[in-house]
């Protein structure tokens, strides 16, 4: 399990996760919505260290990272968990096939076999070969999932990764994530996409102001306990 406990986070005196817990269970997918400004992305980068907590704890696999740090540097847990950003930073030099292998050339021995079953779960067949202007938003989207996965992770950590895709593209994209679940990876995931979190989310988490206001399951969302919640659902709609 991945765990996060009383994890506080400031940026110039402002307090963007204020003595926040969350758990991430393996084989489980962990959505977390809320407004913007509430400290979503900033959880994301404390659960995976590539932004230490103020203050805090961080669990994974048997090793405990507390915060503030006392060392200068501390050893992260990638690529045990590794994290997909909307922003996908994929190499412009290279073909897309080119740039999944390259993060396993050192972690993955059976890389080349991986990355057969890949491109038949991501139907990355017809593409895998062209440079990333050469692909749709979609398909780089499926590219760095897929580049994640080369690595074997045990948990993944997306933020808003399906933002910039249609009805039909978001479709295939969370379908594939249900079946990662099914491998037993476990999945945080920020998302708007309330009709996904609704039918594939394990557990729901509601942020914001840097506090989990509201989780549980998907039951929240048909009746929220907070009245903050219940707004954020009926402004949601309204958007929709």
């Known amino acids: 399990m991945l765990t996060a406990t009383n994890i506080h986070k400031a940026f110039e005196g402002k307090h963007v996760l204020q003595g926040l817990d969350i758990s991430i269970k393996p084989g489980e997918i962990t959505c977390v919505i809320g407004p913007s400004g509430g400290g979503k992305t900033t959880l994301l980068r404390a659960l995976a260290l590539l932004d230490y907590p103020d203050q805090g704890e961080i669990a994974f696999d048997g090793h405990t990272y507390q915060f503030p740090v ?9 690529p045990k968990v590794t994290a997909v950003f909307q922003s ?74 399906t933002s910039a895709l249609d009805v039909e593209q978001t479709a295939k994209i969370l379908t594939k994530l249900v079946h990662l679940k099914e491998r037993g990876i476990g999945i945080f995931l920020i998302t708007h996409q309330l009709g996904f979190t609704r039918h594939a989310a394990d557990h729901i988490v509601f942020l914001e102001s840097g506090v989990v206001a509201e989780e549980g399951t998907s039951d929240i969302l048909k009746k929220p306990k907070t009245e903050r919640l219940k707004k954020f659902l009926s402004m949601a709609e309204l958007a929709a």
Do not use: C
Not at 70 to 78: A, G, N, R, S
Not at 102 to 129: Q, V
Not at 154 to 160: F, T
């Open 70 to 78: 006392k060392e200068k540097e501390i050893v992260p847990p990638w």
């Open 88 to 161: 996908l930073f994929l190499w412009p030099h290279l073909t897309l096939r080119e740039n999944i292998m390259l993060p396993a050339r050192t972690k993955n021995e059976k890389a080349e076999e991986d990355l057969k079953g890949l491109i038949d779960l991501f139907e990355m067949g017809h593409f895998i070969n062209h440079y990333p202007n050469e692909a749709s938003v979609g398909q780089r989207q499926r590219v760095a999932l897929a580049r994640a996965l080369i690595l074997n992770p045990e948990y993944i950590l997306m933020d808003e990764i």
